[in-house]
């Protein structure tokens, strides 16, 4: 079956703009969540979506939101964005909103790149 | 909120030798505990996982321990190949967290031919 899809890839932006990143779990899964995942802090969770509610949140800025579509899709936005925001941002797809399964799939990642 | 770290943060073997990583986690809480290998360009695979119930979980050449008491886990990889070269992440997760993970700060593993 096919995986978790993130979309872009690749993405360049300046200071100052915002972004919206795209992540398709994988067909029945209905959790999502995301990560940030840099050299110096390593990843780090951003928030997780199941059924379309926020479950859980990490220690990021309000400018960083997201939510999650009735098809389980998800988008995480970043509004004006900083140096530091440039990353990979990578989501994984989850069936159930509980650990302890080893069904929690991840995607390849957007790399964000900021100017 | 829980705490994951994470050694050595870099590793060289010979292929055909062992390697081992450690990790301490902070919250008596956590209860799972994956282990993922990252490979350049693509997101982390999970390779192995235990629960706080259980020991010991082995699956072919890769084995992971846990220590409740001490609050640490550690993955030993046996027989090592090239392929086994990549960063590997530990991560701890409790229940009330739900798919919350919170990782270690990554091993880079060199195997040598």
């Known amino acids: 079956k096919a995986g978790v899809t993130q979309t872009p890839r690749y993405l360049i932006k300046t200071r100052g703009q915002q972004v919206t990143l795209s992540c398709s779990p994988i067909s029945g899964h209905r959790s999502v969540s995301w990560y940030q995942q840099t050299p110096g802090q390593g990843l780090q969770f951003l928030f997780e979506y199941f059924s379309e509610t926020q479950r859980n949140k990490g220690n990021f800025p309000g400018r960083f939101s997201g939510r999650q579509f009735s098809n389980s899709r998800s988008e995480m936005n970043v509004s004006t964005l900083e140096l530091g925001d440039s990353a990979l941002y990578l989501c994984?797809?989850?069936?159930?909103?509980?650990?302890?399964?080893?069904?929690?799939?991840f995607g390849p990642g957007t790399r964000l790149t900021v100017l | 909120g829980e705490n994951v770290e994470q050694h050595p943060s870099t590793l060289s073997v010979q292929e055909g030798d062992s390697a081992v990583i450690k990790c301490t986690y902070s919250?008596?809480?956590?209860?799972?505990f994956p282990w993922y290998k990252q490979e350049l360009g693509k997101g982390p695979q999970l390779i192995i996982d235990?629960?706080?119930?259980?020991g010991e979980k082995k699956d072919q050449r890769i084995a992971v321990t846990l220590n409740k008491t001490a609050k640490h886990f550690s993955l030993h990889i046996t027989e090592t190949q090239p392929e086994d070269s990549a960063v590997y992440f530990c991560a701890a997760s409790m229940s009330a967290a739900g798919n919350k993970l919170t990782f270690g700060g990554g091993t880079r593993v060199l195997v040598k031919p």
């Open positions: 235990i629960r706080s119930n259980v």
């Open positions: 919250d008596s809480a956590s209860n799972y």
């Open positions: 994984a797809s989850s069936r159930y909103w509980t650990s302890g399964f080893p069904d929690r799939f």
